[in-house]
């Protein structure tokens, strides 16, 4: 079972945050270029790799703290490959599945809100109840 809701209610996910996502037949993910083998990325190369804007990605490293390139000279940002790896991961999470950064933020913290939950077996109890109505309904 997916740990997505789906159905009535699936919208108002609350602590998961997520919004309805973009529609196109093949994720982007697939479109991506392959990771190339290096120590160490610039954020233009990044930016290239994950089709994320520079000013986007340093957002999102005050965001997650998951994303902690190296700073090395003057300020830049050295992303390792674990780094390039996990701003795919976020950029799948934001705009291929809808999520809110609060939402992606805690997905990849590991953490499902107790809200989700509730919501999650209420969806299934309600979709369990009109199954077993339909079928006592094709054998009556």
């Known amino acids: 079972m997916s740990d ?5 209610g699936a919208l108002s996910r609350g602590a998961q945050g997520a919004r309805p996502s973009h529609d196109s037949a093949a ?8 990771i190339p083998a ?3 990325f610039a954020i233009g190369e990044v930016s290239e790799l994950c089709a994320v804007k520079p000013h986007v990605l340093r957002y999102w490293e005050r965001e997650f ?3 902690h390139p190296v700073k090395r000279r003057g300020n830049r940002r050295y992303y390792q490959p674990r780094d390039v790896i996990m701003v795919r991961r976020i950029r799948e999470l ?3 599945q809808g999520f809110t950064i609060d939402g992606a933020r805690q997905r990849l913290e590991g953490k499902q809100g107790a809200a989700e939950q509730a919501q999650a077996r209420l969806v299934a109890r309600q979709l369990i109840a009109e199954l077993e ?4 309904t094709l054998r009556g």
């Open 27 to 34: 994720t982007e993910e697939d479109q991506l270029p392959p």
């Open 65 to 67: 703290k998951q994303l």
């Open 133 to 136: 109505d339909l079928r006592r």
């Open 38 to 40: 290096k120590r160490y």
């Open 94 to 96: 934001l705009y291929d």
């Open 4 to 8: 997505r809701p789906s159905g009535p």
